[in-house]
């Protein structure tokens, strides 16, 4: 593997996919290396980890909106291409039984992701489809192989049922995601639960994580009896999430875990690819001796599967443009989008996991032709994409990357405007909470210098999940009679603004802005959030269950508007105006209380005061239509204003030290935390 990152280097125009399949050819002939592959272990050890990594790259905002199509691509496309192309398969290939032609047709439905992106960005696909090709090559790796092992199953038994396996399929689909769901929405409580105990060792957190697909996998195919390949596609979406924050808490994991999955992934990757040629000459000779056929005859059946498996996929995604008519359906379009679809490591580990002999005792049929037609099809549509993309695209130099390449991868309200970084006394040495506290008032700082109209939801964003660390770090630093002080404080702010609140969504039902279905559910949430902040309890595992508890409720209430959205019952708009409004009325109410005459605004935390603003600003931001931005807009916003804040974390350290408020040894400390902060600052910006 190393060898072929080496040659990749200096042959850029040559995929290191192609590279090392032809190593691993060259260790079969010369060294006759055999690898025998048991198929339950190879599932597990290289699908599960590969699918939950692609489940954790699921880029969700682009790709929720067109969830519709990509669904459809990746299932509906996958068994209309397990069955005609199956079929077409079976008439190319007679000697070949259906059975083992469906199979075939399964594996080979899979495309890679990162050669997909690869490929659409280089020829500059429209936006709907390259999203489209992304999106279904995220998905279409699990139903693939839920269509293969089916095949398989009536190859070794020799009995099929279509109405046992629609039954099955359900189930095992079903219960595979619900599963998925569970076992991480535990592991990654389980790891929240051990951080606030203080267990934040960054190998160990590494390690859970990594663990995370095998544990999900042997689970759900060992109790349940489900598919663990849809359970770790959704296990890896749950922890990407969970994971999705814009200031991370501990930079330094994130860095971690993302560079150690990228070394998981390569390895995983490659070493299909090397066995995939380590397997061509055992494939190729059974092809070779068997009077059936002869090795010409395989290659052309291998380029007319191909040919069928593209034929499909140009028509249904020219299909699918003319039916969207969203735009010109362009056959060109839907050619460069067919020839995207480059077949990668699932469909190599796939059909190299086809079993030996059938429940018989027989030799499964065609198990070398099958093995030696998949190969073919990975090889051709991998050379196929390389020869065609310098015609589409001879302006961009950029080579082909598969998964096995390196992957280095405005508000008029009056309010009290509180500022949040007051100076240290020079002669107090701080603990690293309390500078990591003070630096990060300083950015905060630097964020509402750089805010204005156009960016507000960003600047609101980043100062919200920085008050959050804040909160959590004073935590630990003040003594328990202080922090229960600020916490009362915290509760009296949040009666007053959930009162504004109330009065709102009442004014609004009484003047017919909103239907009382809506107020109803507005006020159970209002009374939910005044049940949570009246709890006072700060015990690790209560207050991990309670946010957990919140993030489900969230979870479950965005399903419930989904469908109500979609079947007409709700409008977005009025929930947009509810929280538009009880926002900016509970931001009144604190500034009427806190101008009471009977109100000394010196004696509440200040920081609490902050908080709850920004917490009502972000709402009010999030709620305006006519000041939203496009994603990448915003994106670049939030970047922007992330560097800046980056640079005031790093004066202040300066001027801590300067100041002998913190030692070397804590500024070196301090710096390592902002320079973790900024490489995950550039992988966010790369993917």
Do not use: C
């Not at 039954?167 to 079903?174: A, C, M, N, P, W």
């Not at 839907?334 to 429940?359: E, F």
């Not at 709620?623 to 931005?629: G, L, M, P, S």
Request: charge should be neutral.
């Amino acid at each position: 593997m190393l060898i072929s990152n080496v040659i990749s280097h200096y042959l850029t125009f040559i995929p290191v996919s192609l590279i090392q399949v032809a190593l691993g050819l060259v260790m079969a002939l010369f060294w006759e290396i055999e690898i025998p592959l048991d198929t339950d272990w190879f599932l597990l050890l290289f699908i599960a980890p590969l699918l939950f990594n692609d489940g954790r790259r699921f880029p969700k905002r682009e790709l929720w909106k067109l969830r519709g199509p990509i669904f459809a691509n990746s299932i509906l496309l996958v068994f209309l291409t397990t069955i005609v192309g199956g079929y077409l398969i079976y008439l190319l290939i007679p000697r070949m039984s259906l059975p083992v032609s469906f199979a075939l047709a399964a594996i080979l439905s899979p495309t890679d992701p990162v050669a997909v992106q690869s490929i659409s960005k280089r020829v500059k696909l429209p936006d709907r489809i390259l999203h489209l090709v992304s999106g279904e090559s995220l998905i279409n790796d699990a139903s693939g192989l839920i269509a293969f092992k089916y095949a398989v199953a009536a190859t070794v038994t020799g009995v099929f049922s279509f109405g046992q396996a629609l039954g099955d399929f359900v189930y095992i689909s079903l219960v595979g995601l619900i599963a998925g769901f569970i076992l991480m929405t535990i592991i990654e409580f389980l790891r929240d639960v051990l951080r606030r105990q203080g267990i934040n060792d960054v190998v160990f957190n590494t390690v859970l994580q990594i663990m995370a697909p095998f544990v999900v996998y042997v689970i759900t195919e060992s109790v349940f009896h489900a598919s663990g390949v849809i359970a770790v596609v959704t296990a890896g979406a749950v922890s990407h999430a969970q994971g999705n924050r814009l200031i991370e808490d501990l930079p330094e994991l994130r860095l971690v875990t993302e560079k150690t999955w990228n070394i998981i992934v390569y390895l995983l990757n490659g070493i299909v690819f090397l066995i995939l040629g380590d397997e061509l000459p055992i494939a190729t000779t059974h092809i070779i001796h068997d009077a059936q056929f002869n090795t010409l005859q395989a290659v052309a059946y291998a380029f007319g599967a191909w040919v069928i498996l593209l034929v499909i996929r140009v028509i249904w995604i020219y299909v699918y443009q003319v039916v969207i008519k969203t735009e010109h359906a362009s056959f060109r379009v839907a050619l460069l989008a067919g020839l995207s679809g480059v077949r990668g490591a699932v469909t190599m580990a796939g059909v190299l996991s086809l079993p030996l002999v059938t429940a018989s005792g027989q030799a499964f049929p065609q198990r070398s032709l099958a093995l030696f037609v998949a190969a073919g099809v990975i090889i051709i549509s991998l050379v196929a994409a390389v020869i065609t993309l310098p015609l589409v695209a001879p302006d961009n130099p950029t080579p082909l990357k598969t998964r096995a390449s390196i992957s280095d991868d405005d508000d008029e309200t009056d309010d009290e405007e509180v500022s949040v970084a007051d100076e240290p006394e020079t002669v107090h040495r701080l603990s690293e909470a309390e500078a990591r506290i003070y630096i990060m008032r300083l950015a905060i700082n630097a964020i509402e210098e750089h805010r204005h109209l156009e960016n507000q939801r960003a600047a609101y964003d980043l100062i919200l999940d920085y008050q959050f660390i804040i909160r959590r770090l004073e935590m630990r630093v003040r003594d328990d009679e202080d922090m229960q002080r600020v916490m009362q404080d915290e509760v009296t702010l949040r009666e007053v603004a959930l009162a504004g609140e109330i009065s709102a969504l009442k004014r609004l039902l009484e003047h017919q802005q909103i239907s009382h279905h809506a107020y109803q559910t507005a006020m159970k949430q209002v009374e939910r959030t005044r049940q949570r902040f009246n709890q006072t309890t700060d015990h690790a595992i209560v207050a991990a269950a309670r946010n957990w508890g919140i993030w489900l409720r969230h979870l479950k209430n965005i399903i419930v508007r989904t469908i109500k959205r979609q079947s007409g019952q709700m409008v977005e708009n009025e929930w947009q105006l509810i929280d538009r409004e009880s926002a900016k009325a509970a931001i009144k109410a604190l500034s009427k209380y806190l101008a009471r005459d009977d109100v000394d605004p010196q004696q509440i935390d200040r920081q609490a005061i902050y908080h709850l603003v920004v917490f009502y600003r972000n709402r009010v931001e999030r709620a305006r239509e006519n000041q939203r931005v496009p994603r990448e807009q915003y994106l670049i916003q939030l970047n922007r204003l992330r560097v800046m804040a980056l640079g005031a974390e790093r004066a202040g350290i300066q001027t801590l030290l300067e100041a002998g408020n913190i030692t070397w040894q804590m500024a070196g400390r301090l710096r390592q935390y902002i320079n973790y902060s900024e490489n995950v600052l550039m992988m966010t910006t790369e993917e």
